[in-house]
């Protein structure tokens, strides 16, 4: 696979974290296509872009639980199924979050899943499994 297309995918999850940091709803659903399925780390499941944009814009607004968080995604690996469909594999980091259940703590690690599809000549998300690692169980 041409290695632009691979750039372009680990971009599409470094966009993410920077509409993440800004607390940016409309950014956060930027990449997502218009019917993408996105399965949150608390099992939140939204089927259409604006209902994911819609669910970050209650998750960071003012009174949202990651309302000062940030988010960062060290560890990614790109696997293409076809030229124009690829798997996209993360381990990410969501730091700050305001506690608001037994779960919630000051960082969070979390593994990720994201099925993406060159759409138009442009990378778009169709599908996304987020899971959050606990503690004694990474192997």
């Known amino acids: 696979m041409p290695q632009s297309d691979e750039d ?28 993408a399925q996105f399965i949150t780390v608390n099992g939140a ?3 259409t872009r604006d209902g994911f ?25 790109v ?7 690829a798997i996209l594999h993360s381990r990410f980091w969501i730091d700050g979050e305001i506690q608001h259940d037994e779960h919630s703590g000051p ?5 990720g899943t994201r099925v993406v599809h060159k759409i138009g000549g442009r ?6 499994q987020n899971t959050d690692v606990r ?4 192997h």
């Open 8 to 35: 372009a995918i680990r971009d599409l999850e470094d966009q993410f974290n920077a509409a993440w940091d800004a607390h940016d709803p409309e950014g956060l659903a930027a990449s997502l296509a218009d019917d």
């Open 45 to 47: 499941w939204t089927t």
């Open 53 to 77: 944009r819609d669910l970050m814009a209650r998750l960071h607004g003012t009174n949202g639980p990651f309302r000062t968080s940030t988010r960062k995604t060290p560890e990614m690996k």
């Open 79 to 85: 696997t293409f199924l076809t030229p124009d469909i």
């Open 107 to 111: 960082s969070r690690e979390s593994v």
């Open 123 to 128: 990378w778009r998300i169709v599908a996304t």
């Open 135 to 138: 503690k004694g169980r990474r």
